[in-house]
């Protein structure tokens, strides 16, 4: 089983960039982010599996994205015109090498600590 490390998060200018990445102790197969605001249910952001094909929630889509380097085991998530709306606790999370499956973030059980993002008007 690996665990995951998060670097990055902090506060943001509405309309401004920030990036969050996530490194994994062993190899996996999908990895991807969560996040989760004061008051509303937890939402997927961004996932990636080992390949580099993509999937992305529709309020970010366009404006986020989300690379992984598997010799690594570390994904990126670049967020690029950022809104207040983007403000949450963002998870990294990540299934291992031998899924091979669809990588829907339902499926990703191992589970970083979290990042805040603060995007202030």
């Known amino acids: 089983q690996v665990d995951l490390m998060e670097f990055g998060g902090g506060p943001v200018q509405d309309g401004g960039s920030l990036r969050v990445s996530c490194v994994a102790s062993?190899?996996?197969?999908?990895m991807g982010w969560f996040r989760q605001a004061p008051g509303k249910e937890r939402e997927g952001v961004a996932v990636v599996d080992r390949d580099g094909y993509t999937g992305y929630g529709d309020p970010v889509k366009d404006r986020f994205s989300i690379s992984k380097d598997n010799s690594k085991n570390s994904a990126t998530l670049e967020m690029n015109k950022l809104k207040p709306e983007d403000t949450a606790i963002y998870y990294c999370a990540a299934n291992g090498p031998d899924y091979g499956g669809e990588c829907n973030l339902k499926y990703l059980e191992i589970w970083g600590e979290g990042v805040s993002v603060t995007v202030s008007s």
């Open positions: 062993g190899d996996t197969y999908c």
